[in-house]
C-alpha cells in the first residue's frame, strides 16, 4: 500500500447529513412535488391518471403563454436596459465621503424598504387622473395619460414603478463598488492625462464588473419573476397588457385550479430562469476580457 | 525634464500651530535637471507628502514649487507634465501591455507612429517586447509592476519621474534587477528620477543624491559616500548602516574627550568645542586595540555574533553600547571579560546637539 493514500472515514458522510435534509425539505421535496402535478391529471384526492408529457406539450402550444412569455421578456429587457445604466449614473453623481455620502446612502435606499404592494398602491394613487400627482400633473398638461384604460400606459407605469422601486440596488452595488478602487487609480490616471470618460471606461467600469454582474443576475430574476407590484396596480389589464408570465400561472394554477398545466409550466418557467442566467452570468464573465474561450472564473 | 526648486511647507490640518501639526517643515531643496534622486526615511516621516508635492496631487498650505524657475504650485500633475509609479502596480485591466504603455501617450495625442516606436523602445529596456500583446490582467505582480514603470517612463517630454516605493511589492531576487534596470534607464534616458523608499540599500544603490528625512525635515542632502563618512545629524548615522553608528555621550576639554571614565585624545586636525558632546563613530571603524593606547576605551564583551562574513561584536562602555565590525578571524575576549577598542580615528565625527561639528 502506497503511503500517499488518504485515510478514508466513512464517518464523514454524517457531517453533510444535515445539509441534505435542510435542501431536500426546503427545495427538493416541493420540487418533485410540481413534477408529480405535473405529469398526471388528478380529478380528485383518490382518482388520478398518468399523463406523461402531455401537459407540457399543451402548455407549450398555448398562444395565451406565448404572449406572457415574449411580455415578460420584453419587460425584463426593458428593466435592465435602463435601470443598470441608470444605476451606474446615480453610484456616479452620489457624493463619496463626508455626512453627505451618508445622507444620501438613507435616501436612496429608501425605496428598497417598502414592502411590494405597498408599492404598487403607491403608485396606483399616484397614477390616477383625479388625486394623483403623476395622474393629475400629466392631466393639466393635456396628456391623455390612463393606466388602467391604455394598454402602452400601463406598461408604461408597470416600468416607471419598478425602475423606481429597484435602481437604487443597482446604484448601491455600483457605489460598493466605485468606492473599492484604491485612490492610486485614479492618481495615476491624472497623471497619464485620462480624460473622465478614460477613467470611467478603463478604470471604474472594468473594476465594476464583479457588482454589476451581481446587479444583472439579481434585477433579471427579480424582474423576470413579477408579480405584487402589476397585480396590485393593474391586475394585469388593461385586457391582458401587463399580464407576465407569474401572473398568468397563478391564474391557472389558482384561478382554474388547473394544477397539471400550470405545474408543468412552472418547471417550464424555472428552466428559462436558469437558462438565460446560465447565458448572461458567462457573457458577462466574458466581455471584455477578450478571453474567447468559454470563460469560468 | 527640469530643474526642481521647493521653497514651502505642508500641514494636512487646516490651522497648524507646533511643529508637530506639519507633515512638511518649511524646507528648500531643489532636484537638478536629469539627477537621481532618493528620498529616503522611515514612515511617516513625510517622503511621499513631499513626491506627492511635486508631481501636483498635492498642493503646499504655503509657499512655492518651481520647475526651471516657473511656478507650476497651482498646476496639475498632467500640466506639470510629471511622471509617477506607485508602490502597487496600476494597470488598466481590460488593455493589452502594449495599450496600457501606449496611455499616456495616446491621451496626450501623440501621432500613431511615434506612440508605437517609442512603445517598442521602452518594452525592449524592460523586457516587455514578448509580452506586448497580451492582456495586462492576467500578468505576475513583478511584470505588471515593470507595465507601471514603462508608462511613468514612456512619454520623452516629462518634467521628472516619481517613483512612490515601486518595489515593495516585488520578489527580492527581482528587486536588484528592476534597481538595475532603472539606473540604466536613467542613464539612457537622462530624465530626473526621484525615488521615495525606507530601504537604505535601494536609495544608495539607486540615486546619485539621497535625501535623508524625519519627522517632516529634511536632515541631510549627499552622495552615499558622504552619508556614510560624515552624517550631518546622528539621525542619519543612525539610519544609514547596519548596524548604525555608534554614538557615545562625553564631555570635551579641548584636547581629549572623557567618555565612561577615560580620557581620549582628538585625532589631529578635529577642532571640537568645549563642553557635552556626541562621539560618533562606524562600527566598520572601529578596531581592536592594545590596552591603554591612545583613542581607546575599555569595554565589556556583550555578544559575539558571527554573521558569515564578519563577525559583530557588541560591547558596553558603561551603559552605552558599542558595535564593531571585525573580521572573522578575529580573537575575542568571552562575553564579560573587557576589551579595549579603538574609537579615534580619521572617520570619527563629533556632535554637538545632535548635529556635527
Known sequence: MSTTVKP???????????????????????????????????????RRVFVGTEWFASVLRDE??????????????????????????????????????????????????????????????????DI?????????????????GDATDAWLTVLAMDVWHWTPLVALLAFAGLRSIPDAYYQAARIDGASKFAVFRYIQLPKMRGVLMIAVLLRFMDSFMIYTEPFVLTGGGPGNSTTFLSQFLTQKAVGQFDLGPAAAFSLIYFLIILLLCFVLYNWMQRVGTGNQEAGHG | MARIDLDLAHSYLPDPKGEEDFALLPLKMSFEDGGAYALLGPSGCGKSTMLNVISGLLRPSQGQVRFDGQDV?????QQRNIAQVFQFPVI????????????????????????????????????????????????????????SLGRGLVREDVAAVLFDEP???????????????????????????????HDQVEA???????????????????????????????????????????????RCDGKQVEIDGGQLPLPAGHAVPVGEIKLGVRPEYVTLAEPQAGGALRCTVAQVQDVGTHLLLTAHAGAHPVKARLAPSTVLPSVGEPVWLQLMTDHTCFYKDEALV
Open chain 2, 204 to 250: 544608495l544603490t539607486f540615486a546619485d543624491q539621497v535625501v535623508v528625512m524625519t519627522r517632516g525635515k529634511a536632515v541631510q542632502v549627499g552622495s552615499a559616500e558622504e552619508l556614510f563618512e560624515r552624517p550631518t545629524h546622528t539621525f542619519v548615522g543612525n539610519f544609514i548602516g547596519s548596524p548604525g553608528m555608534n554614538f557615545l555621550p562625553g
Open chain 1, 132 to 148: 394623483g400627482l403623476l395622474g393629475a400633473t400629466l392631466d393639466k398638461l393635456g396628456i391623455d395619460y390612463s393606466y388602467t
Open chain 1, 8 to 46: 478514508v472515514n466513512q464517518r464523514a458522510w454524517w457531517l453533510i447529513l444535515p445539509v441534505v435534509i435542510c435542501v431536500a425539505f426546503s427545495a427538493v421535496l416541493p420540487l418533485m412535488t410540481v413534477v408529480n402535478y405535473s405529469v398526471q391529471d388528478i380529478f380528485g384526492p383518490e
Open chain 2, 73 to 77: 504650485t497651482a498646476l496639475s500633475p
Open chain 1, 64 to 129: 395565451e403563454l406565448h404572449g406572457a412569455l415574449l411580455r415578460q421578456l420584453g419587460f425584463s429587457l426593458s428593466v435592465l436596459v435602463v435601470e443598470i445604466p441608470l444605476g451606474i449614473a446615480l453610484a456616479l453623481a452620489m457624493p463619496a465621503q463626508g455626512w453627505k455620502s451618508s445622507a444620501v446612502l438613507v435616501l436612496v435606499a429608501l425605496s428598497l424598504l417598502i414592502p411590494w404592494n405597498v408599492v404598487g398602491t403607491i403608485w396606483q394613487i399616484y397614477g390616477r387622473a
Open chain 2, 92 to 147: 488598466y485591466d481590460t488593455m493589452t501591455v502594449a495599450q496600457n504603455l501606449a496611455f499616456p501617450l495616446r491621451n496626450r495625442k501623440v501621432p500613431a507612429e511615434r506612440i508605437k516606436a517609442r512603445v517598442g523602445q521602452i518594452a525592449e529596456m524592460l523586457e516587455l517586447s514578448g509580452q506586448l500583446n497580451q492582456r495586462a490582467a492576467g500578468l505576475a505582480a513583478d511584470a505588471k509592476q515593470k507595465i
Open chain 2, 167 to 197: 518595489l515593495t511589492v516585488i520578489d527580492p531576487h527581482l528587486k536588484w534587477q528592476l534597481r538595475r534596470k532603472l539606473k540604466q534607464i536613467h542613464h539612457e534616458l537622462k530624465l530626473t528620477l526621484v525615488y521615495v523608499t
